[in-house]
């Protein structure tokens, strides 16, 4: 089951008030394909699909596709912030990750 961190619920609870979308989820789905792997994007939703599966951690509802739910099943929604600035991310330990996982030349 996809978790969210205690930082990121807070985060994404203020964002969701400050855009009035206190209705919403968040939404995570694949984004693209990398040398590093998967990525994967988020977004505030408000509609589900025939085939999302939906979890709820830290009383924020996630909701993905149900392709991705097996794939995510180690992952964590988490909220950074560096000196290149502040969002969320998403750490999925189980994910192949590097050069070559695509077939690609990353050089």
Do not use: W
Not at 78 to 102: A, K, L, R
Request: negative net charge.
């Amino acid at each position: 089951m996809v978790e969210i961190t205690e930082k990121a619920a807070t985060e994404l609870r203020s964002l969701m008030e400050s855009e009035d979308k206190t209705d919403h989820a968040l939404r995570i789905f694949v984004a693209g394909m990398g040398c590093s792997g998967v990525q994967y994007g988020m977004a505030l939703d408000n509609e589900t699909k025939e085939d999302d599966v939906t979890v709820t951690d830290k009383e924020i509802k996630i909701v993905m596709a149900n392709d991705i739910n097996e794939e995510l099943s180690e992952a964590t929604v988490d909220f950074i912030e560096t000196p290149q600035g502040n969002g969320f991310v998403i750490d999925n330990p189980s994910e192949m990750s590097g050069c070559g996982s695509c077939g690609g030349s990353c050089h």
